[in-house]
């Protein structure tokens, strides 16, 4: 079935170093995709998007990688920070016969150490 | 810009009541809005699609008659939590678009719903 997924529930790292979270789809179709950030309590905040059209796309301390012919999108943070601590999901954007609609991933628990 | 207000953050409710959760585009407006659940460590589920003076689409599953939406203006979308049970108890995100976009969503903060 279609699908989006992330690979990895929970990613540890120390402060300072580079963050890689991943996320593989399965609709080849799809031509948008965004990954949000959802701290404890809080609604999804929007980091960074890419159309199907790009292979990358940079934001500030985060880059967002996308490999079409695999399927898959990875998030970029450089220098991850004890404020980058929370779940990221990636989301795709679909269009439906209801229109446009998000699905979204699993989430990965990005945890700081410091 | 863009942004999304919900009310209330947080409301406990006894089984049976009723309880309406408010979506609120702030600086824009939007013609179409979403609610989500979210149950805890798990992701965000559509719920509903809500458009500004029509009918809300509802996804598969999803009781309408229970989780009654009306979007009355181009501003604001309320979920209303029919008859509510402990099941219901979840965490409910609204989202809206920008008017005249289709796709970058932007998300309220959430309401915390506990049915006792």
């Known amino acids: 079935g279609e699908s989006v997924g992330l690979h990895l529930p929970t990613l540890s790292v120390q402060e300072g170093d580079n963050s890689i979270i991943n996320c593989a789809y399965s609709n080849s179709a799809s031509d948008y995709f965004i990954w949000y950030k959802q701290e404890s309590g809080k609604g999804p905040q929007f980091i960074i998007d890419i159309r199907s059209n790009m292979d990358k796309r940079q934001g500030q301390r985060v880059t967002v990688l996308l490999n079409k012919t695999v399927k898959h999108l990875s998030l970029q943070i450089a220098a991850t920070q004890p404020g980058d601590s929370a779940v990221y999901f990636c989301a795709e954007n679909r269009l439906t016969g209801g229109g446009n609609k998000l699905t979204f991933g699993t989430g990965t628990q990005l945890k700081v150490e410091l | 810009g863009a942004v999304v207000s919900q009310h209330p953050s947080w409301v406990i409710c006894k089984s049976g009541t009723s309880v309406k959760i408010e979506c609120r585009s702030l600086d824009f407006q939007a013609t179409t809005m979403f609610w989500y659940r979210q149950f805890p460590k798990q992701s965000l589920m559509l719920m509903a699609t809500s458009n500004e003076g029509s009918k809300a689409t509802y996804e598969q599953g999803v009781e309408k008659d229970k989780f009654l939406i009306n979007h009355a203006s181009l501003t604001l979308s309320t979920l209303t939590v029919t008859s509510a049970h402990p099941e219901d108890s979840s965490f409910y995100i609204c989202?809206?678009?920008?008017?005249?976009?289709?796709?970058?969503?932007?998300f309220g903060p959430g309401t915390r719903l506990t049915v006792l």
């Open positions: 989202s809206a678009l920008l008017a005249g976009r289709t796709d970058t969503q932007y």
